[in-house]
């Protein structure tokens, strides 16, 4: 079952008989836990238990077989870390169960579909909730010392406005997730609703798509403590006033801009590379974005708001990043 985007909350704060849960930045996950074999199914049905190895022996030792849905996540010095969730998700063997011991991974479990041979799809959602907050409470689904957490959830309109704040981005909490107290599990149906928490920023223009006299989008840049300029962000395409009011202002960059000759990918793990040119960072631009960032680069496209004409590109907000050996333009 999938979630369209809602753009914000009602101003009641939550529609009538619906609940919300925190929005976790993980990996959708599906898990068929049995005593034989645990499979971790992914959204795009492929089975993460060989990459997952401590998840799934969790899942196997369980009391009863269960079906769980749920996000897959990595923790990492206080936050939820989606880079590391990627890089351990690559790995198998000797090195998946080497990082299992540095980095063990958990389920953000939100959802019961089957307990002890019993479907529960027809089931409203509310009654599944009780039985799995139930699994939780009698230990069958261990918390602690266990691979499973169970996913936080409120009725309290003023709770879910609390959610939203921009502030819960920074330990890996993207927004909410809405879901209505008598809605059966409809599985490919995009019937709850997402909403993303959002808060503007500001970033440099490094480059753009499309030319200097029509950019299509944008890409913004950060500097770092080296002095460096940082890819941090690519906007969606531009409105055409945007394109207008920007135009006007762009410079062609020459031989020492600090992305000269540096590839981009096309979009988040994509190995295609990203047709660009580059301009010279001399224009400050405000976007509104969501708080999936990753290693101080936010992961989806962003939002021209309007250029700030009036904050000079050395007063952006430093990159807050790893630092990478190389080029700090490097994607």
Known sequence: MLARTRPSLPAAGLPPHTSAEQK??????????????????????????????ELAAAGSALGRPLVLDGELVVPRTGRLDFALLQQRARRRGRSAAEAAQAHPAYMIVFDLLESAGTTLLHQPYRERRALLEELFRDGVLPTGTGQFALCPATED??????????????????????????????????????????????????????????????????????????LVART??????????LAPLLEPADQSHPWHGVRFSAGWGSREDLDYQPVQPRVVAEFLADTAVDAGRYRHPVRFLRVRSEIDPAEVTKFAGYRRSGSGGSS
């Open 24 to 53: 976790v930045d993980g990996y959708r996950l599906i898990c068929f836990a049995r005593r034989d074999r645990t499979v971790l199914q992914s959204r795009r049905g492929s089975d993460l238990a060989a990459a997952f190895p």
């Open 157 to 230: 309109p003023a709770q879910a406005r609390a959610w939203m704040d921009p502030a819960w981005g920074s330990v890996g909490i993207e927004g909410l997730v809405l879901k209505r107290h008598q809605q059966p599990y409809l599985p490919g149906e995009r019937a709850w609703e997402k909403v993303r928490a959002r808060a503007s920023d500001e970033g440099i223009v490094g480059g753009v798509t499309g030319t200097l006299r029509a950019p299509s989008q944008l890409l913004l840049g950060r500097y770092d403590t080296s002095g460096d300029l940082r």
């Open 236 to 245: 969606t395409p531009l409105a055409r006033p945007a394109r207008r009011e």
